[in-house]
């Protein structure tokens, strides 16, 4: 089982419709949860960080966390083309330091 | 100004040769890394540095080192290049362990 998991999509949302991105992880002490937004030949950007269960809205997107359920997932309202990318889930452990990745989900938003 | 720099953007090398990429960072953050993406885009931490000490060594080959001057630079030296080297390297930096990363824009490395 991979430490961190992600659909790797394409996952195809009309402009304008919410998309709803998921990620799965396998360590339960795992403390900080992140979504980063990665263009093609680009490098990884933060989008958002959460730290405790429930959500956490900031403009189009939320991020939601259930630590029981070892699930962190990220919506994005009013989807836009340039919304289109690949989406990254990172987790880390408060031992150490174990920023580990999913492999990423690619969203494609259809005008 | 850029917050994590890394150059250069792209190498293209021979295998059996040794390089290096740098890695700066003015962010005043404590903790510093190497990222390694293949081609199916799997991001895989390399190393980690934290005040200048090495805090996480994955199980990647001995060829590669990562040696940091400072706690602003991180560099990677990778010795007797080999085909499956090729991918994209990041650099990468947080205030802490465990808070967000800032990534650099990545070296392209191909080896021919």
């Known amino acids: 089982q991979k430490e961190v998991e992600q659909n790797s999509g394409p996952l195809s949302v009309p402009e304008g419709a919410i998309a709803s991105l998921n990620c799965t992880y396998s360590?339960?002490?795992?403390?900080?949860f992140f979504w980063y937004r990665q263009y093609s030949g680009k490098s990884p950007e933060l989008i958002m960080s959460?730290?405790?269960?429930g959500d956490k809205e900031d403009g189009r997107f939320t991020a939601q966390l259930n630590k029981a359920s070892q699930y962190v997932s990220l919506l994005i309202r009013d989807s836009q083309p340039s919304d289109s990318a690949t989406y990254l889930c990172?987790?880390?452990?408060?031992?150490?330091?174990?920023?580990?990745f999913g492999g990423g989900t690619r969203l494609m938003v259809k005008p | 100004d850029t917050a994590v720099s890394q150059t250069p953007k792209y190498l293209v090398t021979q295998m059996g040769n040794d390089k290096s990429i740098k890695c700066e960072q003015n962010?005043?953050?404590?903790?510093m890394y190497w990222y390694k993406q293949d081609s199916k885009k799997f991001l895989k931490i390399m190393f980690s540095?934290?005040?200048?000490?090495?805090?996480i060594n994955e199980t990647v080959p001995n060829r590669f080192s990562p040696k940091s001057p400072d706690k602003a630079h991180l560099n990677l030296h990778i010795n007797s290049l080999e085909l499956g080297d090729s991918a994209v390297y990041f650099c990468?930096?947080?205030?802490?362990?465990?808070?967000?990363?800032?990534f650099g824009q990545g070296t392209r490395l191909t080896v021919v």
């Open positions: 990468a930096s947080s205030l802490r362990v465990n808070t967000e990363a800032f």
């Open positions: 360590d339960r002490v795992s403390q900080s």
């Open positions: 959460i730290y405790s269960n």
């Open positions: 990172a987790v880390s452990r408060n031992a150490g330091n174990m920023l580990t």
């Open positions: 962010l005043g953050h404590d903790t």
């Open positions: 540095y934290n005040n200048k000490e090495l805090i």
